[in-house]
C-alpha cells in the first residue's frame, strides 16, 4: 500500500500556542495586515528575510520548473525555520491560496512536501483564501477580521500611492517614509481599539493621510514616470523584484505601482463575470456584485479625499480600469492577473505613465500573455508606449535586469529633454503639472477599440 504523508492541520487550538509566519510581499500592506491578525487574537509575524540566499533555499526543495513566486516563498519559510528563532513546534505558516487556474493555488502542497524534506513535517501550514479550498482549516476568516483586512488594503494602497507621488519631490529626504511609518502604527492602534474599519473611520482616515502627504513640503522639477505592472508577487514583493522601487527612485523616477485591492476586486469581479459568460450560480453572480458595490463605496471615498489636493494623481476607479480592457483583451481570460494586466497598461498609458516596467516571474504563462503578449496591441494605440518586460528567475541576475531598466529609462529621459523640461511659472509654487504637460485622455474613451488595426 501507497505510504502517504499526513500534513498537520492548522487547528483552531493553534491560534493561543502558534505563531504564525507570513512571507512579505506588500511590506506596507502586510504590517498593518499583522495588526488586523493580532488584534483577533493571533501571534503573527511578518518575514522579512531576503537576498540569494531565500532563492537558494527555495531552489534545494522546490523544482527549478515552479514558478519564480512559489520558490521565493517557500524558500522564504524555509530560511526562517533553520534560523533557530523559532520554537518548532509551536510554529505555523501562513500562505494565500487564489483558487483559480494560477499555480498559485498549489503553492500550500508544494510548501508542505518540502517542509517533509527539510525536515520540519511538524510545521502546520494554514491557507488563507476566500474559495474553501481548505474547509477544514483552523483559520478563519471571520467579518470583523475580512473588514480590518479590507481596511488594510485600501490604506496602504492610498501610502503606497502618495508616498510614490511626494518622495522624488520631497525636500527633506525620508519624510514620505517617516508618514508612511507613523500611519501604519496609528492604523493598528485604530485595529487594537475596534476603530479604523468602518465606512466612517475609514473616510476620516482617508481624509487625514492625503492631507498630511500634502502638506510635506515639496520642490516639483520634472521626473520620468515609471509604472510597474506584473505578476501579483513579483510586482509588489522587494525580495520577487530585487528591490525594484528603491532602484527607480534612485533612478530619479516617480513610480506609479497600480494597487492591490485592484487585484482583490479583479478576483471578486471574475466570479460575476464567469456566471455571465459561462453560466452558473444567479445566487453567486448577486454575491459578487454585492461585495463589489460595498468595496466600490469605499474605493470612491479614498480617491475623493485624494482628488482634493490637485497635486496627486488619484488611482483610477476599478470599474473604469475593467472598461479600458474592451476590445483589447476578453474579460474571460482570467488566469493569474489575465485581462487586469492588461487593462491596468492601458490605464497608465491614459494617466500619463508611458514608459511601462513589465515584472514577469518564470514560469508564469498568464503574464506573458497578457503582459509581453499585449505591448503590440497597447503600441496601435499608443504608439508612445515605452514598456519593457522583465523577467524574474533564479538564473536572472539583476545587473542584467536593471541594465534592461536602464535602456528603457534612457529612452524616457530622452523623450523627457525633448519636452522641455522646465517647470510652468505662475501660482503659489513653482509645478510641474502632474503628467509633465500630457494631454490625458478621459479614463475611458467610448469606442476607442475601433483604432485598432482591422486584423484586430
Known amino acids: 500500500m501507497e505510504n502517504v504523508h499526513t500534513y498537520p492541520k492548522f487547528t483552531p487550538e493553534m491560534k493561543a500556542t502558534h505563531k504564525i509566519l507570513i512571507p512579505n510581499m506588500a511590506p506596507i500592506h502586510f504590517e498593518m495586515m499583522r495588526a488586523a491578525m493580532e488584534d483577533e487574537g493571533y501571534h503573527v509575524e511578518v518575514?522579512?528575510?531576503?537576498?540569494?540566499?531565500?532563492?537558494?533555499?527555495g531552489l534545494k526543495y522546490v523544482h527549478n520548473d515552479t514558478c519564480y513566486p512559489a520558490?521565493?516563498?517557500i524558500?522564504?519559510?524555509?530560511?526562517?525555520?533553520?534560523?533557530?528563532?523559532?520554537?518548532?513546534?509551536?510554529?505555523?505558516?501562513?500562505i494565500t491560496q487564489t483558487g483559480g487556474g494560477c499555480r498559485a493555488s498549489n503553492y500550500i502542497h508544494l510548501l508542505r512536501k518540502a517542509l517533509v524534506k527539510a525536515g520540519f513535517p511538524q510545521?502546520?501550514?494554514a491557507s488563507l483564501n476566500f474559495s474553501g479550498l481548505e474547509k477544514d482549516s483552523g483559520f478563519q476568516l471571520t467579518l470583523p477580521l475580512i473588514r480590518k483586512i479590507v481596511a488594510a488594503v485600501f490604506y496602504g494602497d492610498e501610502l503606497m500611492s502618495l508616498a510614490n507621488q511626494t518622495r522624488p519631490y520631497e525636500n527633506e529626504p525620508g519624510t514620505a517614509d517617516a508618514l508612511v511609518a507613523a500611519w501604519t502604527r496609528r492604523v493598528a492602534s485604530q485595529f487594537d481599539e475596534k476603530k479604523g474599519f468602518s465606512k466612517?473611520?475609514?473616510?476620516?482616515?482617508?481624509?487625514a493621510i492625503a492631507a498630511d502627504f500634502a502638506a510635506v513640503p515639496v520642490t516639483y522639477t520634472p521626473k520620468v514616470k515609471v509604472g510597474v505592472v506584473g505578476e501579483i508577487y513579483v510586482k509588489y514583493s522587494p525580495l520577487g523584484n530585487n528591490n525594484l522601487e528603491q532602484f527607480l527612485h534612485g533612478e530619479d523616477c516617480e513610480v506609479n505601482l497600480p494597487g492591490l485591492m485592484g487585484f482583490v476586486q479583479y478576483c471578486v469581479a471574475n466570479m460575476a463575470e464567469t456566471v455571465r459568460l459561462y453560466g452558473g450560480s444567479k445566487l453567486l453572480e448577486l454575491g459578487s456584485d454585492t461585495l463589489m458595490?460595498?468595496?466600490?463605496?469605499?474605493e470612491k471615498l479614498m480617491i475623493a479625499a485624494i482628488k482634493k489636493h490637485p497635486q496627486f494623481h488619484a488611482p483610477t476607479l476599478f470599474l473604469d480600469t475593467k472598461k479600458m480592457a474592451d476590445g483589447i483583451i476578453g474579460i474571460g481570460n482570467?488566469?493569474?492577473?489575465?485581462?487586469?494586466l492588461t487593462a491596468e497598461m492601458m490605464e497608465l498609458q491614459q494617466t500619463g505613465f508611458e514608459n511601462i516596467i513589465c515584472a514577469q516571474p518564470f514560469g508564469c504563462l498568464p503574464n506573458h500573455i497578457c503582459g509581453k503578449g499585449m505591448i503590440n496591441k497597447i503600441r496601435t494605440i499608443y504608439p508612445r508606449a515605452n514598456i519593457t518586460p522583465i523577467d524574474y528567475d533564479p538564473g536572472?541576475?539583476?545587473?542584467?535586469?536593471?541594465n534592461r531598466i536602464k535602456l528603457m529609462l534612457s529612452v524616457a529621459k530622452e523623450r523627457l529633454g525633448q519636452s522641455g523640461g522646465t517647470p510652468p511659472q505662475g501660482g503659489a509654487a513653482e509645478k510641474v503639472p502632474v503628467y509633465g504637460g500630457m494631454e490625458v485622455p478621459a479614463v475611458h474613451v467610448p469606442g476607442f477599440a475601433e483604432k485598432l488595426p482591422a486584423n484586430g
Open 47 to 57: 518575514l522579512g528575510s531576503g537576498g540569494h540566499a531565500v532563492a537558494q533555499e
Open 200 to 207: 466612517k473611520d475609514m473616510a476620516a482616515n482617508f481624509a
Open 396 to 402: 536572472a541576475t539583476r545587473v542584467n535586469q536593471e
Open 71 to 73: 520558490l521565493l516563498v
Open 123 to 125: 510545521v502546520p501550514v
Open 75 to 94: 524558500g522564504q519559510f524555509i530560511n526562517a525555520l533553520k534560523s533557530g528563532k523559532y520554537d518548532l513546534d509551536h510554529t505555523a505558516l501562513l
Open 334 to 340: 482570467k488566469m493569474g492577473e489575465g485581462w487586469l
Open 293 to 298: 458595490s460595498w468595496l466600490t463605496v469605499r
